[in-house]
């Protein structure tokens, strides 16, 4: 079975920075593309960055660019989403998905196209 395990939320000041872990097994890691995406309460889910495991090709929302980076260890089957300079208004819960990276380029900021989705983890960033 497929498992993505969301990791690493609490709480912290503005201006501070937190790093969440995205764990996944039961797919061939290294073959496919995570994302994380975001939901603040009322507002819909929003896709703030992605990593293709097969090429190394990441992309970021413009909201979090510049302080916000993913990578990934394929030997842990583990994606990072490191978080610097956090707002308030970076409070939400976060999430991490997975499908396979075909003309994901373009189209990664949908979540109707993340074929599985890991539990979340709730980021709270106080002023």
């Known amino acids: 079975d497929v498992q993505l395990q969301a990791s690493g939320g609490g709480l912290v000041q503005a201006g501070g920075s937190l790093r969440l872990s995205c764990a996944a097994s039961g797919f061939t890691f290294d073959r496919y593309a995570i994302g994380w995406f975001r939901q603040a309460p009322g507002k819909e889910r929003e896709g703030i960055s992605y990593?293709?495991?097969?090429?190394?090709?990441?992309d970021y929302a413009d909201s979090v660019k510049g302080r916000f980076t993913i990578s990934s260890d394929n030997a842990k089957n583990t994606v990072y989403l490191q978080m610097n300079s956090l707002k308030p208004e970076d409070t939400a819960v976060y999430y991490c998905a997975a499908r396979y990276p075909s003309a994901i380029k373009w189209v990664w900021r949908l979540p109707s196209i993340w074929d599985y989705w890991g539990q979340g983890t709730l980021v709270t960033v106080s002023s």
């Open positions: 990593i293709s495991n097969s090429d190394g090709s990441t």
